[in-house]
């Protein structure tokens, strides 16, 4: 079992920054990789970023050059810097945690946090 805790978020205008924390605890050793996904009302739910746990990252073409996504083993905690925010991307982000459990990977999610960008 794998907890997510988030923080950050919020209201920022076109243009600000944000950044989002993701702490993970329990069975830390079984996570393959985490990272961020966004939920816009009638929309599927997208990713955003994501580290393996060799380091490698992935974004979506939407964020690249705006998000960096980044990681501090020591505090089990991966963060997500969001500058040159725009009103597109306004949406409840969640941070995910792939992990394996038993024979097969499944997902953990946080609870989710508000990012809304104001034009």
């Known amino acids: 079992q794998v907890q997510l805790v988030e923080s950050g978020g919020g209201l920022v205008q076109a243009g600000g920054s944000l950044r989002l924390s993701c702490a993970a605890s329990?069975?830390?050793?079984?996570?393959?990789?985490m990272g961020w996904y966004r939920h816009v009302p009638g929309k599927q739910r997208d990713l955003v970023a994501a580290?393996?746990?060799?380091?490698?990252?992935t974004y979506a073409d939407s964020v690249k050059g705006r998000f960096t996504l980044s990681r501090d083993n020591a505090k089990n905690t991966v963060y997500l810097q969001m500058n040159s925010l725009e009103p597109e991307d306004t949406a409840v982000y969640y941070c995910?945690?792939?992990?394996?459990?038993?024979?097969?990977?499944?997902?953990?999610w946080g609870q989710g946090t508000q990012v809304t960008v104001s034009s």
């Open positions: 995910n945690a792939n992990a394996l459990e038993g024979w097969n990977y499944r997902d953990y």
């Open positions: 580290i393996t746990r060799g380091g490698s990252t």
């Open positions: 329990g069975s830390l050793f079984s996570i393959n990789s």
